[in-house]
Nanobody, 125 residues
C-alpha cells in the first residue's frame, strides 16, 4: 500500500517552532519531487515548499527564510522545519509526492500524485 504519513503538528505560540515529518512507503520515492502544502479554513490548498530528488528546494514567498524543507532518500522521509511561526501559518499541512510510479494488482503501473492525511498546525497569537 502506497502511503504518506505525517507527524509533528500541534499548537505553538507565535514565534515558536515546529518540525513536521513525513514517512513514505509502498513505492519508490527517492526519484520524485516531494513537498508540503497547507490549507487554512475557508482557503484553497497552497504549496508551502517542494524539494526535488537531487535536493533543489523552492518555497512560497510567505514562508521563505522561516521554513526549511529537507529529505532523506535512504529513509524515504521528508521534513519541514518551521521557525518564527505566525498565526497566519495555522492550517492543515499535507505531505505530497508527485508522479509516483504505482504498481497495481494487474501488474500495470501508473503515475499518480500521493497525499498524506494531513496534520494540524495551530499558531496562537
Amino acid at each position: 500500500q502506497v502511503q504518506l504519513v505525517e507527524s509533528g503538528g500541534g499548537l505553538v505560540q507565535a514565534g515558536g517552532s515546529l518540525r513536521l515529518s513525513c514517512a513514505a512507503s509502498g513505492a519508490v520515492f527517492r526519484a520524485v519531487v516531494m513537498g508540503w502544502y497547507r490549507q487554512a479554513p475557508g482557503k484553497q490548498r497552497e504549496v508551502v515548499a517542494r524539494i526535488t530528488s537531487t535536493g533543489t528546494k523552492t518555497y512560497a514567498a510567505s514562508v521563505k527564510g522561516r521554513f526549511t524543507i529537507s529529505r532523506d532518500n535512504a529513509e524515504d522521509t521528508v521534513s519541514l522545519q518551521m521557525d518564527t511561526l505566525k498565526p497566519e501559518d495555522t492550517a492543515v499541512y499535507y505531505c505530497t509526492a508527485e508522479s509516483v510510479l504505482i504498481p497495481h494488482s494487474d501488474f500495470s503501473m501508473t503515475r499518480e500524485d500521493v497525499w498524506g492525511q494531513g496534520t494540524q498546525v495551530t499558531v496562537s497569537a
